[in-house]
């Protein structure tokens, strides 16, 4: 099965609609899947959605879940996901940030009781194309130890920051532990041994193995200071958004969590460039990386909007073989065609 963004896209939402999402949520958390692997973020794109397809027909993700307003003040807004895949309700989330930082000049909007949301800094693209310097934060399973401990007690407490520099804006998007537990599972599916210093087992020692990994921890970035990052997103995801902090979030990998709604936190803050009259330093400051030789994070990426719908999508044959068992499981006739494209 030969993919285009385009029939990636399509065969994603066709799925997730059979799974029991509405058609437009399906579709709009079938972009957000897709465009991790065009951003070469394969970990949170198409490989995860079988393990959201179990989910969901597991009741793991209500495929009926709504988004549900607790609190408005204007400017700081408190959404319930109701424990519904995080993809379509966090890019709801992020336009409700984004629209309120336009009239504000600041919004923050938390997305409670929600689920995964793949590439945590494609929910910064809305805050981006408005001039707005918008940070992303999240929770998920526990998988990292206190410094100095060896029980599980943040997850990866991943971040994102997009600044609205010009011509190009950057990305930050990065796990606060040494490595994304995606890029684990990529592993444990590919059958390929981890990098030696990913992982550790549940009992606290160095491992190799992708399984042991998953079911074990994994070490913060920089050590200490890494830990004290990601208190901090835990702090603002699961203490601030809630209602679970990590060590209470069901894991999307593990079968017998498969019924558990995640209730992962999400929460973004957004900042208008523009009324702080910082437009012209973040594009000074934009090029001083370039102009010394250095690399703009996530300048190559393009926005949703620059996407060409008739590239081939790089995704590798594990992947397609699932997906197209998946296909013929649900009846989506287009996703079991061999060699197709569009």
Known sequence: MKLTVSRARTLAAELLAA???PADRAASSARCIVMADVWGIA????L?????LRRTLAGGYPPDADLTTVDDTGPLVALDGGGGLGHWQLWR????????CERYGVAAVSVANSGHCGALGLYTVPGIEAGQLTLAFSNGPAVMPAWGAAGPLLSTSPLAAGIPARPRPAIVDMATSTVAR????????NGTELPPGWALDRDGRPTVDPQEALRGLLAPLGGAKGFALALLVEALAGGLAGPHLSADVADMFAESDERRPQRIGHLLVALDAGRLDARDRLDRLARSVTDSGGRLPGARRPLPSEVDESAALPVD????RELADWSRRLGVASGTQRGGEA
């Open 19 to 21: 799974a029991g999402m």
């Open 43 to 46: 970990s949170h794109g198409l």
């Open 48 to 52: 995860r959605l079988p393990y959201y």
């Open 93 to 100: 989330a992020a336009e409700l940030a984004s629209a309120r």
């Open 182 to 189: 995606g890029k684990i599972a990529a592993h444990a599916k």
């Open 317 to 320: 044959e594990g992947t397609l």
